[in-house]
């Protein structure tokens, strides 16, 4: 069993812990949302009934979404009956689970965990008290309804796509996957975030928890699949664009890594 991916999800656990607790003790999420609201004008950055920024930033990205999702299950089923595809078939499964398990989980935290959006917030000329990450709200002062906006869902559609990086050939195209799945990422949350919808943690912490949930899935997937050893090399040592310093690694680091999975397919 290959222990990278695991290393790599009890890590992110450990910065989500971190981060979540920062969240908790400062005001770090209403000094960063009080940038993007206008006191004087009661109004957010950008306006959440104006139709070309929904239809860019937030229906058309979903639709999107959706075609890539529908390509790819479709490549995963023609993987079974041709067989130049099927080297793809360990990338494909982690990127469609992570396509469904990645949104589906911060629907069910969202149900559960009770937290305003901004918009909702007296703060910002709504009815809800703010609390902090996790806080309850005082006895006299309860929601009429439950709130269910943390994490942030929309951009967790974008973060689910750092999955990608196992489709891809290379290190050149991991890198620019990685880069580019985490600006789409960031665009949906940050365009949720100018028209009220979220804190800034709730789409960090969705990021971190996509994160977890793709490494979790490849930890599962490739003790089945073989480990591609340009992969492995990747998750060593991540590169980004434009990085020169990067050094293979040297044979006694991967050998002491298990790269044999427990039923290997070619």
Not at 121 to 138: D, I, M, N, R, T
Not at 145 to 155: D, E, N
Request: glycine content about 4%; charged content about 15%.
């Amino acid at each position: 069993m290959n222990k990278l991916f695991l290393r790599h999800l009890i890590l992110t656990a450990a910065l989500l812990v971190v981060t979540v607790t920062v969240f908790s003790l400062t005001p770090l999420d209403m000094l960063v949302q009080n940038t993007l609201y206008n006191g004087s004008t009661h109004q957010w950055l950008m306006d959440k009934q104006e139709p070309w920024a929904r239809l860019f930033f937030y229906d058309g990205i979903k639709a999107a979404l959706f075609v890539l999702f529908m390509l790819l299950s479709s490549t995963l089923l023609l993987s079974r009956f041709k067989p130049s595809l099927k080297p793809l078939r360990a990338g494909l499964l982690i990127v469609i689970l992570s396509m469904i398990l990645v949104p589906s989980s911060v629907s069910m935290l969202k149900a559960t965990t009770n937290m305003a959006c901004p918009v909702n917030l007296v703060q910002y000329g709504g009815k809800v008290e703010h609390v902090s990450l996790f806080a309850s709200y005082p006895a006299d002062k309860q929601p009429s309804r439950a709130q269910k906006c943390f994490p942030a869902g929309h951009a967790s559609g974008g973060f689910a796509l750092l999955s990608l990086i196992f489709l891809m050939p290379s290190a050149r195209t991991r890198q620019l996957t990685l880069v580019s799945t985490l600006s789409l990422g960031w665009l949906m949350g940050g365009y949720k975030m100018a028209i009220g919808d979220h804190f800034l943690s709730h789409t960090l912490i969705s990021m971190l928890l996509a994160w977890m949930i793709i490494c979790t899935l490849a930890w599962q997937v490739y003790r089945q699949f073989d480990v591609p050893r340009d992969l492995l090399e990747f998750f060593v040592r991540p590169r980004v664009p434009g990085d020169t310093a990067f050094t293979p690694v040297p044979p006694l680091v991967t050998s002491s890594i298990d790269l044999s999975p427990e039923k290997a397919e070619q």
